[in-house]
């Protein structure tokens, strides 16, 4: 665990619910490891959620999969406030965390600081976390509303200058620049901490130990890498996935960690690429689980696609009894025999070779 989770988990339990919701929430837990332990198809209430507060993107990026075949056939808008804040009343007393992010700009809901406090005035330990693109029509005046309230703030950058420029359609590197300084200052002394992310590709692996560099110069001190996940991205084949084991890939793994010493400032805190591959690598059968704008539990945050798969919609029912249908039992027995399902076919989890 990185010193980023460690702050997070101690502020969480500094602020665990209070008098009957504590029991209520301890109580979940043992009920979490108890149907672990007996390898139960079910789940308890959620520890951990993601909110898709919207689909809807003012940006055309070459790796996002709503520019592929499924995100093109997706219904799109914003998720609705009172459904949001009827999913956080059933919920609230057994989270831990709540992301507000999907395949979408977050921003471009107008309902986003509403929400975080809704949040917030249920139980302020519970730790938020939002991903953005920093470049939507009023970010800073939006990001002002925010900025103390949200515990990480993640920005999707995938290169830097115009390797940036060409991936990140309808974005550029300058705006994003102007906009991450200013979001630094605004994040200054408060809960709220901003993280890079950028999603490796042939056309940007060189950038990584310069993205190091850009973070410690700009005063970023989190930095977070993850290999392209060709789930939905439907147009690549999964041949793709080997080029992480040509030496040029693991050349710059190795210029990435000579830039881990010479900046100790930025922590990266994610760029393993070794472990073992399988269905049972993916935890979004049993956590972080998914909710669509519009209402739809779906498997995952690489393919959120309800017309290709969903286990109901919590308009019609209560998360829990969404989250044990018969549907999404079946998918985790799935797991628990390792045997990933024709929806996981080229996912990152399960086809990509452990890079030595």
Not at 245 to 250: D, I, L, N, T, V
Request: charged share 20%.
């Amino acid at each position: 665990m990185n010193k980023r989770r460690i702050a997070k988990a101690l502020t969480r339990i500094k602020h665990l619910p209070a008098n009957k919701y504590f029991f209520s929430y301890a109580g979940n837990k043992l009920k979490h490891l108890y149907l672990k332990l007996t390898k139960s198809t079910q789940v308890a209430y959620p520890s951990s959620v993601m909110l898709e507060l919207t689909n809807r993107c003012n940006l055309r990026c070459t790796i996002c999969p709503r520019e592929y075949e499924y995100g093109k056939q997706m219904d799109k808008g914003n998720m609705d406030i009172l459904q949001a804040k009827r999913i956080v009343d059933e919920l609230w007393p057994y989270l831990d965390s709540i992301g507000l992010t999907g395949m979408g700009e977050t921003f471009l809901n107008d309902d986003l600081e509403e929400i975080v406090n809704y949040i917030k005035t249920k139980n302020r330990g519970i730790i938020i976390s939002l991903s953005t693109n920093a470049v939507a029509l009023n970010f800073i005046e939006k990001a002002k509303r925010i900025a103390g309230k949200v515990d990480t703030i993640q920005v999707s950058i995938d290169g830097v200058d115009e390797v940036y420029n060409s991936i990140r359609k309808g974005s550029s590197f300058e705006a994003l620049s102007k906009n991450l300084k200013e979001l630094v200052a605004l994040c200054k002394g408060t809960q709220s901490t901003i993280m890079l992310n950028m999603v490796v590709t042939k056309e940007n692996y060189i950038h990584m130990a310069p993205l190091v560099e850009y973070a410690s110069k700009t005063g970023v001190k989190y930095v977070d890498f993850t290999l392209l996940n060709l789930a939905a991205v439907t147009t690549l084949d999964v041949s793709y996935y080997q080029f992480y084991q040509s030496p040029e890939f693991k050349a710059s793994l190795h210029e990435l960690d000579k830039a881990i010493q010479r900046y100790p400032k930025v922590l990266v805190t994610n760029k393993n690429f070794t472990t073992h591959n399988s269905f049972q690598k993916c935890p979004f059968p049993w956590t972080h689980f998914y909710i669509t704008w519009d209402g739809y539990l779906v498997p995952c945050c690489a393919k959120p696609f309800p017309k290709e798969m969903n286990f109901g919609n919590i308009r019609e029912m209560a998360v829990l009894n969404a989250l044990n249908t018969n549907d999404y039992r079946n998918f985790r027995k799935m797991w628990l025999a390792n045997k990933a399902p024709s929806f996981c076919y080229n996912c990152h989890f399960i086809n990509i070779e452990p890079v030595s």
